[in-house]
Nanobody
Framework: QVQLVESGGGLVQAGGSLRLSCVGS????????MGWFRQAPGKEREFVAA????????PYADSVKGRFTISRDNAKNTVYLQMNTLKPEDTAVYYC????????????????????WGQGTQVTVSS
């Protein structure tokens, strides 16, 4: 079992930046692959970015490539999502998720492959 707690969401103007954090508890953090997903009002939850247990695989959704960066600090049991050049369409509740570590991009990008989820943090980007 692992518990995940996100933080760092908020209200920001378009073009601004935010850094989300997700702290995990439980067994060795490096044994988990971590993902960030988001859900906008009236839409299904979608993949944003993911990172394998040791950070060697980091797939991104096309909509955030070049603007968002995922990273992790296994010593702090934390995964980060640095979000730059934010757009109004990035407005959503952002969730972090964990699963047994994997390297395959398709696995890391698939919502249903994750076993544990945080409660989400709201990100609102104003125009």
């Amino acid at each position: 079992q692992v518990q995940l707690v996100e933080s760092g969401g908020g209200l920001v103007q378009a073009g601004g930046s935010l850094r989300l954090s997700c702290v995990g508890s439980g067994r060795t953090f490096s044994s988990y692959a971590m993902g960030w997903f988001r859900q906008a009002p009236g839409k299904e939850r979608e993949f944003v970015a993911a990172i394998s247990g040791r950070g060697t695989s980091t797939p991104y959704a096309d909509s955030v490539k070049g603007r968002f960066t995922i990273s992790r600090d296994n010593a702090k049991n934390t995964v980060y999502l640095q979000m730059n050049t934010l757009k109004p369409e990035d407005t959503a509740v952002y969730y972090c998720a964990a699963r047994d570590t994997a390297l395959a991009r398709m696995i890391l990008m698939t919502e249903t492959s994750y076993d544990y989820w945080g409660q989400g943090t709201q990100v609102t980007v104003s125009s």
